[in-house]
């Protein structure tokens, strides 16, 4: 693939354009420098030594740059940059320059070719922490050796316990002779961390020993003798993340024993209230023996439980007190059931209905529950009935209206009368005798008529106001006098 890209890059600046020639043999002479990271959303691919998006570029210097820019914080992020297709630099230990990007930001990966060193530095670079949750051990796993698993580094037969913080072992029972026997650890179940040993000068096994473990080592070999037990064991508690220092394993041979890994269990029987039971039992399926043996667990006994009376009402039954055993359902004192009560009945007045608005029937309901025995049924409003009421002229005693219709059941108007006034005086009170003046002879009728010589009609209006000549509403002797005396001051 790097030597396709390589020629495909020569192609395109030989055929395409000049200037891209003219830089060519310009940076001919000058080293290729490309940032190679673990994390493809930084560095577009994951470890990719090629990719020309990555490119560093030389400053007056002589370092060698390139920035990014990343919106968000990561955990750790490692890399190397890689020297004209081949040579992998890393940090002044010629590991992974490993660093957490600690939030939204950009950090600039350089390279002194003076130091040979990669660094780097901006406002959001800080200090990586190594996090994992777990260990696998991985080699060439055969028969009980890695529980044959060969070269997976996500075995979960070969998961690793932590028996204390950071340290963490597997045991494999029952492995047979062997040579070569080879083991490395894999951290989270994958190849990106793990640890072996020193790719040079490697020490030969000893049984027990603890030797410094390698960051991204080689493989730890040692051959077995006799059927054996093998234990693993990496410690991390000194790890140093920055410097990749501080890991130890330990290898340990013992003589083969039967550590019961291989469990089988013979599911027990649960005790009844009065049978009983049988606890669970253990037994190894390596070598037979008997884990946890099976024993006999006593009959539990009846819990009874009291059911206290409950009252029947007119919507649930009750029941008389009961007791009874709440685990196994036997019954010491039955209940008996209680039937519902009646409803209380209470009638429901009828309504009549009225020209505008809706009247009911009879109904009743139970005052206890509410619940309807009989509905009322709605009747509906009767409607008016409208009849013309004729005007009516006015008089001079009495006021008149205007016509109208109104209802003559309930006297509701459609269309309500108006009062008219009364009619105007156009005649001369206490002027009986019509000659329109006030005379004696006014007063000498007034008098004869007072006299019982009735000559005058007084179911007339105007003959009666005439006559009335004080307008208290009666003809007495009271309007001769007040004609008299007013005939008085006209003289
Ligand atoms: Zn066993
Ligand atoms: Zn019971
Ligand atoms: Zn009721
Ligand atoms: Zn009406």
């Known amino acids: 693939m790097k030597k396709f890209l390589s020629v495909l890059l020569a192609v395109l600046l030989t055929v395409t354009c000049l200037p891209l020639t003219a830089l060519a043999a310009e940076t001919d002479s000058e080293e290729t420098l490309i940032v190679a990271g673990d994390n493809a959303e930084i560095f577009g691919v994951a470890w990719h030594g090629t990719l020309y998006t990555n490119t560093m570029t030389k400053g007056e210097d ?70 994992y949750t777990d260990v696998y051990a991985v080699g060439n796993g055969e028969g009980n050796w890695l529980n044959g698993v060969s070269w997976t580094p996500d075995a979960e037969a070969n998961k690793m316990n932590e028996v204390e913080k950071d340290v963490w072992e597997i045991t494999f029972e029952g492995v047979p002779d062997g040579f070569e026997r080879q083991i490395k650890f894999a951290i989270d179940g994958a190849w990106n961390y793990n640890f072996g040993a020193p790719k040079e000068d490697a020490p ?12 991204d080592g080689g493989n730890i070999t040692f051959d077995t003798a006799n059927l054996c037990n093998v234990k693993a064991q990496l410690d991390l508690r000194d790890f140093d993340f920055v410097n990749k220092t501080g890991a130890k394993y330990t290898i340990t041979i013992a003589n083969y024993v039967c550590l019961h890994t291989h469990t089988r269990t013979v599911p027990g029987r649960a ?10 039992s253990k037994y190894c399926t390596s070598c037979g023996e008997m884990i946890m043996a099976q024993e006999e667990l006593p009959a539990l006994g009846h819990h009874p439980i009291i059911d206290h009376e409950t009252e029947a009402t ?50 009743s309901h139970c005052s206890m529950c509410g619940a309807i025995i009989v ?55 206490g002027d009986v005798t019509g000659d329109e003046l006030l005379t004696v002879e006014d007063i000498t009728a007034v008098q004869r008529m007072l006299s019982e010589f009735l000559t005058a009609d007084l179911t007339d209006e105007k003959t009666f106001l005439q006559y009335d000549f004080n307008g208290d509403g009666k003809i007495n002797i009271k309007d001769v006098t007040a004609m008299q005396r007013k005939l008085a001051e006209l003289e």
């Open 62 to 131: 002589g370092k060698y740059t390139k920035s990014y820019t990343t919106d968000k914080a990561y955990a750790v992020v490692q890399l190397k940059a890689v020297k004209n297709d081949t040579e992998w630099i890393g940090d002044d230990k010629g590991n992974n320059v490993a660093f957490a990007v600690t939030g939204p930001g950009t950090f600039t990966v350089s390279y002194d070719p003076e130091t040979n060193i990669v660094t780097v530095s901006g406002e959001n670079v800080g200090e990586a922490v190594f996090n």
């Open 204 to 215: 030969v096994i000893e049984s027990g020993v603890t030797y410094d473990a390698a960051w």
């Open 271 to 280: 005790p009844t209230c009065t049978k009983a039971g049988l606890s669970d």
């Open 314 to 363: 007119c919507q649930h039954e009750g029941h008389t007190l009961g007791v009874y055993c709440d685990r196994c359902g036997e019954v010491y004192v039955p209940m008996e059931i209680i039937p519902k009560v009646p409803h209380t009945v209470v009638k429901d007045e009828a309504v009549a209905p009225t020209c505008d608005t809706a009247g009911k029937t009879e109904g």
């Open 375 to 429: 509905e009322q049924q709605v009747i509906p409003a009767l409607g008016h009935h409208y009849v013309y009421v004729p005007a009516k002229e006015a008089t001079y005693m009495h006021t008149g209206h205007t016509e109208g219709v109104q209802c003559d059941k309930c006297e509701k108007w459609l269309i309500a009368t108006e009062e008219t006034p009364l009619k105007p005086v156009d005649f001369m009170i």
